[in-house]
């Protein structure tokens, strides 16, 4: 998810429907782990939970099964494997309209047991309920309505300098020492530590399905903690010179022997563990300085001019493609981000060069964030008209981006600091809050 940077819906209620009667073969007793007993299933918004009991005969219990169908957007093919003690799932990205069957088995020693299945319809209308999750200066958290109304709530009072967030809307933060994670439940009660023994870094991401990853400290290789219970896990031995993970579980890996050599290795993880390696031209007379992940297999880089203009630019690599198709429509000072889907760019009415920029009194342009540019994975693009905040200047500034395409961005410098919500549907910018927010998330 996911996070990322990238996207994913809070579950607000818990309304159990579309459920059939649960249905198992018989097995001899002992022979293989019995079938699961009360297997149930319910949905909220786009996502839903399945639940059941342990058998009543069979074999001894190791772990267990549950796929779904159809397993579009799942990770791991939809497919999830769990520990012995699990007796329920969860599942996101869940289409509206669509009946998905969900079929749960006991994983013996040495054979899986039968399964049980139940079906569930995503309702065709969804009230879609996101939040903007942000950390402060001081390192709490707070999490805000995408609305644009309402004020920050504070969910971690010292998060330190890095968080992330499930699509539960539970917030995790690194322990003091980096040793452990801790999570936020999104409904309150005590915090609790989920793992310990860790070599983390700050940054912390995840993805739809609510694994966590981080950098070792130590080796430096991309780290994963299942959802589904277990040991941390080495995804890719580096994280090269950036890395992302998007919501669908897929973790990339930008590689270079220099920022301005003349190609790039980028390395992919999908969440079924399919690992792609491409080599990739880069742009002449420019360095790399940034990159993000969508939900679709589609990632972002950003490039500055080695140049006297000293401008930035953003690139997209589609999944399975090997050549970078310029994002940036026009040279301006950018704001970007990604959802599950998309690419969200806000850019300057007015652009200057770096010279221009740097003389005294500046060069005087309009660095108002006039235009808000969505790409999806295919390359259209469309195009609203924005106003009310601008931009710092030159620098590469990443905010976040929900699903609707509202792009949400932090101003540290300039005539308008603060956090702002520029609507997917153009118009005057929101302020959301002042202040200075160094990392910014929507689940």
């Excluded at 639940?51 to 009543?56: L, V």
């Excluded at 950036?242 to 969440?271: E, I, L, M, N, Y």
């Excluded at 300085?289 to 690139?315: E, I, M, Q, R």
């Excluded at 964030?369 to 008209?385: I, K, M, S």
Aim: hydrophobic share 40%; proline share 7%; net charge neutral.
């Amino acid at each position: 998810m996911f996070r990322a940077v990238l996207t994913a819906l809070v579950a607000v209620a818990l309304v159990v429907g579309g459920v059939s009667p649960a249905t198992a073969a018989p097995t001899k007793r002992g022979a293989v782990p019995g079938a699961p007993t009360a297997v149930r299933v319910a949905g909220s918004a786009d996502g839903a939970i399945v639940t059941w009991g342990a058998p009543r005969s069979g074999a001894r219990i190791t772990g267990w099964k549950v796929a779904i169908t159809p397993a579009e957007d799942q990770p791991d093919r939809g497919v999830d494997r769990l520990p012995a003690s699990a007796r329920s799932d969860r599942f996101g990205h869940l289409t509206p309209g669509t009946e998905y069957r969900f079929a749960v088995r006991a994983v013996g020693a040495k054979r899986t047991g039968p399964a049980v299945t139940v079906r569930y319809t995503a309702p065709v209308s969804v009230a879609t309920v996101q939040s903007l999750f942000a950390l402060d200066e001081s390192g709490a958290v707070l999490r805000f309505p995408t609305t644009g109304r309402g004020a920050g709530r504070v969910v971690v009072p010292t998060g330190g300098e890095g968080f992330t967030a499930d699509d539960l809307g539970d917030v995790f933060v690194p322990s003091a020492d980096r040793s452990a994670i801790t999570m936020h439940p999104a409904h309150g009660g005590p915090a609790r530590t989920i793992a310990s023994g860790l070599r983390l870094t700050a940054d912390l991401r995840s993805d739809v399905a609510g694994n966590l990853y981080w950098v070792d400290s130590v080796s430096g290789a991309i780290t994963k903690l299942p959802v589904t219970g277990g040991a941390p896990v080495v995804v890719l031995p580096s994280s090269g010179v950036d890395w992302a993970v998007g919501r669908d579980g897929t973790v990339a890996v930008f590689s270079t022997t220099s920022p301005q050599a003349p190609t790039a290795t980028v390395t992919t993880v999908r969440a079924d563990g399919v690992r792609t390696t491409r080599t990739v031209d880069q742009p002449s007379h420019a360095g790399f300085s940034a990159l993000l992940a969508d939900g679709s297999g589609t990632l972002y880089l950003d490039y500055w001019t080695t140049g006297a203009s000293g401008a930035t630019t953003w690139w997209a690599l589609p999944a399975g493609s090997s050549a970078l198709v310029r994002a940036s429509p026009r040279l301006a000072f950018d704001h970007a981000a990604v959802n599950d889907r998309s690419f969200v760019l806000a850019q300057s009415a007015e652009w200057c060069a770096a010279p221009a920029e740097n003389r005294p009194g500046g060069c005087g342009v309009d660095k108002t964030l006039a235009d808000l540019v969505t790409r999806d994975a295919a390359g259209g693009t469309t195009e609203q008209t924005t106003s009310g905040v601008a931009s710092p200047g030159r620098g590469v500034h990443i905010g976040a981006a929900d699903a609707e395409g509202d792009l949400f961005l932090a101003v540290g410098s300039g005539a308008t600091p603060g956090l702002w919500r520029l609507s997917a549907d153009g118009g005057p910018a929101q302020q959301l809050a002042t202040g200075w927010y160094p990392t910014l998330l929507v689940i």
